[in-house]
């Protein structure tokens, strides 16, 4: 061949190549500039709550909970004046704000100044926790003898100064009985501070929706009345499809990349809007599978019964929280101000408690029923596909994915290991809240269960 032939040929391979590189490249960069969202708006939100709504050092949040994947190269920038958190990576920013009532919000298609004009509807308190009787209060009774206490604070060790059950506990505390009998934090934290709920949030909907449902403004079996399903098979899902996850909605559950739950929690202003706007996959009430779309539809679809914001508002605040004693806790909206029913309560471990003893005492709290007598044996009942798994936003152990607690156990189930399990026939609840990432370090949980369970006398 002659030498211009060959070098004929070597420029057409390198221009071969260069287009190869060059479509590599954009898609990578594609692909990049799609999580940039995502990578940028994770930390915002996550810092933006941490520091001022559980009052949190930003040093201590970044080092546990935001180191990982490209998560922790994000820069983060608190501001104390104004109540916000920008994070930035690579050409990516994402900007949170903190507002009194509401939480912290990601700024997506919303203006800050927007928001920051809505106000939340002041809420008076009728009674001091200080000076009120668990479990209204914080004046705890003693612990009795119905338990091995001694036990029950060397497994509390165990969890969090040793990480003995893996993890990483961030408190814990056990109600044996309606009394608290361990309850104990890692040095950072103490019975004030706020812990994101993530997924049990989706537990505390279940709550709400009960007491509309007592109200008479919801039923179980009407059909959702979103305008946009109404020429579709989409007409027939139904207020208890939505609390049993079978809706039939098109989506994906993934957090470890882009997907329709992370798109909705860091690329979106309205989560409902997002979620009820996905084609159906199956029929209403026929299969089974995890979706926080489907609760935050549920959440829209309460606000939008309710019919005006401030009654909205007060409903998880008057009608729920303060009646139980959870008067610490925080229900964060989305960019529209629908609360998050899916994901973003934050309330403290005696609040947790609080809740899981509301559904162990079948609803009532100090002689009121909260929601409609029946309303646990409902929210218990297996969900038709969900093999005994799952219940209207609760887990069920009815299948025994925890061998070592008995089958009436019920639970309330968070993304990074948060958890309330109730145990009716041990009069127990035990609740735990840390960061224990699946699949790194998950939790021991059967293993502290059933620890937990030997204590009780």
């Known amino acids: 061949m002659k030498?211009?032939?060959?070098?004929?040929?070597?420029?057409?391979?390198?221009?071969?190549?260069?287009?190869?590189?060059?479509?590599?490249?954009?898609?990578?960069?594609?692909?990049?500039n799609s999580l940039l969202p995502i990578i940028t708006g994770y930390p915002a939100k996550y810092l933006c709550s941490a520091v001022f709504v559980s009052g949190r050092e930003q040093a201590e949040v970044e080092a546990m909970d935001l180191h990982f994947s490209f998560i922790q190269y994000a820069k983060n920038k608190v501001d104390l004046k104004d109540s916000s958190v920008t994070s930035s990576f690579l050409w990516g920013k994402s900007k949170a704000i903190y507002r009194k009532g509401f939480g912290a919000t990601l700024l997506r298609g919303v203006g800050?100044?927007?928001?920051?004009?809505?106000k939340f509807p002041e809420i008076k308190l009728n009674y001091n926790p200080d000076t009120t009787h668990?479990?209204?209060?914080?004046?705890?009774?003693?612990?009795?003898?119905?338990t091995d206490t001694v036990q029950l604070e060397r497994i509390a060790e165990k969890l969090l100064d040793e990480d003995g059950y893996r993890?990483?506990?961030?408190?814990?505390?056990?109600?044996?009985?309606?009394?608290?009998?361990?309850?104990?934090?890692q040095p950072q934290f103490n019975e004030k501070t706020r812990f994101l709920s993530w997924s049990m949030a989706k537990s505390v909907t279940n709550a709400l929706a009960g007491i509309l449902i007592k109200d008479g403004k919801l039923s179980l079996e009407q059909p959702a009345a979103i305008p946009e399903w109404q020429n579709d098979e989409r007409k027939k899902i139904t207020i208890n499809d939505l609390l049993q996850m079978q809706s039939g909605l098109n989506w994906n559950e993934e957090y470890g990349n882009r997907s329709d739950v992370t798109t909705m929690l860091y690329c979106e202003s309205d989560f409902a809007r997002f979620a009820y706007t996905k084609l159906p996959k199956y029929s209403a009430g026929s299969h089974w599978y995890y979706s926080s779309g489907s609760v935050n539809v549920l959440n829209y679809l309460m606000r939008k019964t309710i019919g005006n914001d401030d009654e909205y508002y007060r409903l998880s605040q008057e009608r729920l929280f303060n009646k139980i004693g959870m008067v610490n806790a925080v229900f964060e909206t989305d960019g529209s101000g629908s609360q998050v029913g899916s994901s973003y309560v934050y309330a403290t471990v005696r609040d947790y408690a609080r809740f899981g003893l509301l559904y162990l005492n079948e609803g009532k709290i100090n002689g009121e029923q909260i929601f409609p007598e029946g309303w646990v044996k409902y929210t218990t009942t297996p969900a038709s596909d969900s093999k005994g798994e799952y219940g209207a936003l609760f887990w069920l152990n009815q299948a025994k994915e925890f061998p070592s607690a008995p089958a009436d156990m019920y639970s309330c189930n968070g993304h990074d290991g948060q958890q309330i399990f109730v145990i009716p026939s041990k009069e127990?609840?035990?609740?735990?809240?840390?960061?224990?990432?699946?699949?790194?370090?998950?939790m021991k949980f059967n293993e502290l269960l059933g620890d937990v369970l030997k204590t009780i006398q």
């Open 3 to 32: 030498a211009s032939s060959r070098k004929a040929v070597f420029r057409r391979i390198l221009r071969v190549v260069l287009l190869v590189l060059l479509v590599v490249l954009g898609y990578g960069a594609y692909y990049i």
């Open 112 to 118: 800050e100044e927007e928001l920051r004009k809505v």
């Open 134 to 146: 668990w479990p209204l209060g914080n004046i705890l009774p003693p612990k009795g003898s119905a």
């Open 167 to 185: 993890g990483h506990a961030f408190g814990f505390m056990v109600v044996h009985k309606g009394v608290p009998v361990v309850e104990a934090y």
């Open 428 to 442: 127990l609840v035990v609740v735990l809240v840390g960061y224990s990432p699946k699949p790194d370090h998950v």
